[in-house]
């Protein structure tokens, strides 16, 4: 297993993809957070790296209050860790991927504000820096994610979390790739030569936050007979287009959920009156929306995957 970590851990300065002029190094992608780990999802010369414009350059952030809350110009993904402190961790882990619509990355409100308050739970969490456009989310980004919950899985106890608790929560377009994930994960190839790719990709928990794709691009036909339990949230009227495919993914696994066995698929879901697209786990005013957080928490006690008497967000 040490072998395993030191793959993945040790990050070169410079990672080599090749372009169309040959060799281009690939600028190491720096903590979003001073002090945190960050953990390169392919390691140093995976063809999938590629060089496409900009590779060359640092990642574009925008800064707020010396902040770190969008992320441009994604070569190199990343995981970045959040670990839940010793006293609270609970063995529950969860990969976190903004939104922004495939052309920025969230990774403030939707990422690292996240992490702080789930690490309050005791959960450990990964902020997932996946490649935009031109970058492909059906492909590129999929195959980062896919690979993420292995890399998670396989040092899981260097990163002490439990293998069995690994969630993906994806906001907005992040929440395609939470979609994605729920569709295609599969158990590892046990004659890789990759001893990550020998591992399963399939999530134990998924959490779509008004989650948003391509309309057409999902094929929702073809739902994994263990697909895992599954939370969804998002604004009703005040955000159509995504709560049209929230109710239409919850339909989905609905039909595969209500035959499983020994017992019917845990798949929660909570479209509200009121509120808007986007907004991550602020309180919004008071309004109902704004305490999906604590139903988030309920949802994973019930489930045994955090311990009772947690908070919501701001709690």
């Not at 925008?62 to 959040?82: A, F, M, Q, S, W």
């Not at 209500?258 to 602020?282: D, F, V, W």
């Amino acid at each position: 297993m040490k072998k395993v970590v030191a793959l993945f851990v040790l990050f070169l300065s410079v990672q080599l993809s090749f372009g169309a002029d040959g060799p281009v190094k690939l600028v190491e992608p720096k903590p979003l957070t001073p002090g945190h780990k960050v953990i390169p999802i392919f390691p140093e010369g995976h063809p999938a790296l590629k060089a496409l414009e900009g590779a060359d350059k640092e990642e574009i952030w925008t800064l707020r209050d010396g902040h770190v809350v969008k992320v441009n110009n994604i070569h190199v993904p990343t995981l970045e860790l959040y670990p839940a402190p010793a006293d609270k961790a609970n063995g529950m882990a969860v990969i976190l991927s903004p939104g922004g619509g495939n052309k920025d990355l969230w990774v403030g409100p939707e990422g690292t504000d996240v992490a702080n308050w789930l690490n309050s739970l005791g959960v450990t969490c990964f902020v997932h820096r996946y490649r935009l456009k031109p970058y492909g989310s059906a492909t590129d980004a999929l195959a980062e994610t896919q690979r993420a919950v292995r890399v998670i899985r396989a040092n899981a106890k260097e990163w002490n979390v439990d293998p069995h608790k690994i969630g993906h929560m994806g906001f907005s377009a992040g929440g395609e790739q939470t979609a994605r994930l729920a569709l295609t994960y599969d158990a590892g190839k046990a004659d890789a030569a990759d001893p990550v790719e020998r591992v399963s990709s399939r999530p134990d928990w998924l959490c779509l936050v008004y989650p948003g794709w391509a309309t057409g691009t999902l094929d929702l036909s073809q739902v994994p007979k263990d697909v895992p339990p599954t939370f969804l949230v998002c604004a009703g009227t005040g955000d159509a287009s995504h709560a049209t495919k929230t109710v239409e993914f919850y339909n989905a696994l609905f039909e595969v959920g209500r035959a499983q066995k020994p017992r019917p698929l845990n798949i929660e879901m909570h479209i509200y009156g009121t509120g808007a697209h986007g907004g991550s786990i602020g309180p919004r005013k008071g309004i109902p929306f704004g305490t999906w957080p604590q139903r988030f928490v309920d949802w994973a006690v019930d489930l045994k995957l955090m311990p009772a008497a947690t908070g919501a967000a701001g709690e």
